[in-house]
């Protein structure tokens, strides 16, 4: 459990781009005062957290009801988050945020900005959703292993409030070469992870495709099987495909 926390923080760190986020965030509360730029922090961190929670459990039943595979969902969502890492690495994502600022910056309200766009997009994005459904998701058969997700969820998301609320501190005395180098850095393991997950997908799927077809449905083993090949991970189900062809 202890790999799976720490593999879906670094996850959550690296979509929701906190560090990436504090100068637009810093723009956008630059007229509040202290105590008025933490509770826009706390405030928007709890709304991302909720909808990033029912974005996970309510996608997965759209998903199920529209006949989307979870491998399918990897391989997508795999994409997405190398697309991300890209982005990041180019300074992509930079432009859209910027953009994002000063539209919010015409018609600045307090109250607004802490929903859209501090705690959507900018903590709550397309990636971080993506990256939670998946990671969820991936531990539909073996629920306990979502525990830690959600907890390396809520850990993201304090060091994220964490960040923020020292955010001018941050910004003023870390160079910002060290933040984007950070940024970048974080960026590159990101595609590594996002490379896995496609892999991951497609072996899985290459398994669990020749073993339904060339197995006895009535073995027991083969349930075991197509349990290891949905919700466990490529080893596990390599180790159940050797053991049934050459089992015991």
Known sequence: MTAVFINSFILFFVTIDTIGNLPFFLSLTEEAKVKQRNQIAVKSVIIAFFIMITFAYAGRYLLDAIEVSLDSLKIAGGIILMILAIDILFEKRKVRREKRVEEALDEKNFDEITVFPIAFPFIAGPSALTTIILLIG???????????????????????????????????????????????????????????????????????????????????????????????????????????????
Do not use: W
């Open 138 to 248: 991936n531990y539909s058969i073996n629920t306990e292993f979502q525990i830690p997700v959600i907890l390396a969820l809520i850990a993201a998301l304090l060091v994220s409030l964490i960040l923020m609320v020292g955010a001018s501190f941050i910004v003023k005395f870390i160079p910002k070469q060290i933040l984007h180098a950070t940024a970048r850095v974080m960026a590159f393991i990101l595609a590594a992870l996002a490379t896995q997950f496609i892999s991951m997908a497609l072996k899985l799927a290459l398994i669990s495709n020749y073993l339904f077809k060339t197995a006895k449905t009535s073995d027991s083993r083969v349930f075991a099987l197509k349990d290891c090949v949905n919700g466990i991970g490529t080893t596990t189900a390599l180790t159940g495909f050797l053991e049934y062809f050459f089992g015991k």
